[in-house]
């Protein structure tokens, strides 16, 4: 593990969401950063990019969809992996087709999570 | 093989057991039947007794003529009498003659005496007859007078016996005379006032006979409308009596007590549409729990032994805080689902509405609008069907999430209208709004401007017959482009609370 840590963000409306994947994810050594509203996480991937992105797709202003092209278009390298509430095969293979690195239903586990982000890291550092 | 044969029904169904139609049946009976044999009954007596009393009048006059016949006969005879009575006194004529036409009198009287007595009655026929017989008895004495002295002792009786007979019989003939002409102009009269009582009797019958026919048949129409808005309360007698037209009354309650079924039926599915709705964001309100319940165990067994106590207090805290959550969620949607008779209670609007918006909560959230709720305080109690008045404001205000973009606003507003004893639940969104063409179809079942996959369009047809069965009603206000207003009033029952402010 002599690679630089991954920046990850963690953007879900709910507050517990958060406070449990933050202990969860930074313990591969990550650095990972929460956000409960969307338009703060796109402000403060606005000044620095991060190199993983993982929103639910259902929130009460920005949905996840308008989270996931935002910040492709601003930083194409970036993972972005979909939380849904509840799968279906259409928003997934929205998001998918819109550049969306994974997606994962509620509810998981956090290694379910690490896993993905596993992969994605994977795909960062070849 | 099986045969199905179907009841070929007895046209003449009697409903008249049925417990909404014993108060129908509870009443005399006076059918149209009667009502019009009754005027026909009329019309008979009315022209029986015209024509009997024609029949009396003639034979009345018949017998007037008959007696005058005679009474002139009589008249003749006597006047003759009392003639020859002069003649002899004048010129000592033969006195025979004079005897002999009132004996013709006499016998005229004794012939007819019947005639006569029916006409004039006993006592006046005795006068009559008895001023004959005094006058026949002077004339008699005037016969035996020898001489001139003794003829004038006779003959101011004689005088005076002769002129009371004559004049006693021509008052009575001029009596007669006058009562008959009298008779024959009443006689010409009677078809004349015949044809106005007619007239009259006509009329009273008809205007009597059509009240009661349209009087019912508008009041049958007003029950039409009625139901076809949903009333499904079973008509009560309207007047003291029954007739034809209780049998259509009880039809018609059989009717409604179908339709009623029916129509229960139809809530029952229009229900599980709106269930189906909201279960899809019942879901994803359920994952988030169920979400964070998982993560936040799973990160308890894997951290368990380096977390502080404090930390696993938290954690198993906020486990027991995602589970309540979750348990809610069941429960107002098991609430909501629960299959179940109408029950009427009084109940606490705010309460029903503050529920109902909560079970769309995630339908607002999911098209992104905005839910803005407004209770007054101290609202009077309402009396309804808890279950089926959140069917109706999840109704409503689903239907304005499915018509207003992200951004959109939908206000909820519950207040009293103090002066009516009303509740008002006004639902307003500011969305496309309801062209005016369409506003007045918006009610009627199966009327929808949503496409087939989306909308059955039972939603506000469920919701009217809702509204009501409890006596209150529902209308809209729209404009195209200034959004809508769906205003909910239910009738107040006055509230301890409501008592206090007095």
Redesign the interface.
Known sequence: MSDQPLKIMVIDD?N??GK??K??LEKTGDIVETFEEGEKALARFAEDPFDIVVTDI?M??I?GIEILEQILALSGRTKVIIIT??ATVEIAREALSKGAFDFI???????DLRAIIERASKELRP | MDLHITDIEDPDINYSNEPANIPLHRRPSISIRAKIAISFSLFFILSFTVTGWSYWILTRLENKIEFLEIADNYMVEIQQARRFEKNYLLYSTDLEDALGHLKTADEILTQNSEKIETILGRDHFATMVSYMTKYHGQLVLLGRAENDAEKELVVPKLRQFGSQMVSFAGEFVEKEQNSATRMFLLAKRVPLYFMGALFVLMVFVFTFLTRQLLLTLNRFMDYTIRIGEGDFSPITPARKYRDEFTKLAEAFNHMIKELDHKHNVLLESHKLRAIGTLV?GV??EL??P???????A??LT??FHTLSDDEKIEMVN?VIG?TERAQRVVKNLLDFAREGETEMTPLEIDKIVEDSTRLVVNQV??A?VDLKLDCETNLPKIHGDEQKLKQVFVNLILNAVDVLPPGGEIRIHVKKDKSRGYVLVTVTDNGPGIPEHIQGRIFEPFFTTKSQAKGTGLGLSVSRGIIKKIGGYIHLTSSPGQGTTFTVSLPATESPSEIMSK
Do not use: C, W
């Open positions: 709910e517990i969401v449990r994947l202990p969860a259902r009460e202003k949905d509430g509840y239903a509620k509810p998981f586990k956090p290694s | 899809a879901a994803h994952n988030n169920l979400n964070n319940t998982l993560l936040t799973s990160m894997e951290d906020d995602e959230k999911f992104k």
